[in-house]
């Protein structure tokens, strides 16, 4: 079945600079990959997502990037603000398995 | 419009006891998930269905049922709880698979096994 990973597991930054997170999946085949954030002690909630006919995607300071020949998507949040502090996950459609593989997710601490 | 609801959102049971979570969904959605979350484990899916009268099994299935008795309903019990089943639960629905759909998730409930 697909196996996602996450790095780095945790990621501090000061307000304003960037943030990025790295996935990598196994499965050549898959072909969706959201991302999800979980505020402490909330649920989570997509946030953005990306398919395989697609390299990037953006929604305001939110970006997602796709490289399907190494197999790994990354997460990009510009201008950070306090407010972005969460659990970020991200997740993999597995065809094997005909199911979302989530990643263990990376903790974002955004410093004022 | 409430989405997903789940209920209760915190309980403690004794090991060997026994205990159904219920899911509700109002956004009439065809697919309904369980997942569990533990500390650096991220969500791991339990069951799911695909329809009303529908289930299937997902990554960690053992210990746990489900029923989808009504589409708008999904129930997962423990039939005899152990210390491994503490953990956060999360309800799921979407419209169309996990592959199409973005999951809608409830707030989640607390179970703790002594």
């Known amino acids: 079945g697909e196996n996602v990973e996450q790095h780095p597991s945790t990621l501090s930054v000061q307000e304003g600079d960037s943030a990025v997170i790295k996935c990598t999946y196994s499965?050549?085949?898959?072909?969706?990959f959201p991302w999800y954030k979980q505020e402490l002690g909330k649920r989570p909630q997509l946030i953005i997502d990306?398919?395989?006919?697609?390299g990037e995607k953006k929604d305001q300071r939110i970006a997602v990037t796709l490289n399907k020949t190494a197999k790994h998507f990354s997460l990009h949040i510009t201008e950070t603000q306090p407010e972005d502090s969460a659990v970020y996950f991200c997740?993999?459609?597995?065809?094997?398995?005909?199911?979302?593989?989530f990643g263990k997710g990376n903790q974002v601490v955004v410093i004022p | 419009n409430a989405g997903v609801t789940q209920t209760p959102k915190f309980r403690v049971l004794k090991t060997g006891q026994s205990m159904t979570l219920l899911c509700a969904q109002d956004?009439?959605?065809?697919?309904m998930y369980w997942y569990r979350q533990d500390p650096g484990m991220g969500l791991r899916l339990i069951h799911y269905?695909?329809?009303?009268?529908?289930?299937a099994k997902g990554e960690v299935p053992d210990g746990y049922n489900v029923s989808r008795l009504k589409k708008q309903n999904f129930l997962l019990g423990l039939e005899s709880a152990a210390p491994s089943q503490t953990s956060v639960y999360f309800c799921?629905?979407?419209?169309?698979?996990?592959?199409?759909?973005?999951?809608?998730f409830g707030e989640g409930s607390r179970l703790t096994v002594l």
């Open positions: 499965d050549s085949a898959s072909n969706y």
């Open positions: 997740a993999a459609f597995s065809y094997g398995n005909n199911r979302l593989a």
């Open positions: 956004m009439n959605h065809e697919y």
């Open positions: 990306i398919r395989s006919n697609v």
């Open positions: 799921a629905s979407s419209q169309q698979g996990a592959l199409t759909g973005e999951l809608f």
């Open positions: 269905s695909v329809g009303e009268g529908t289930t």
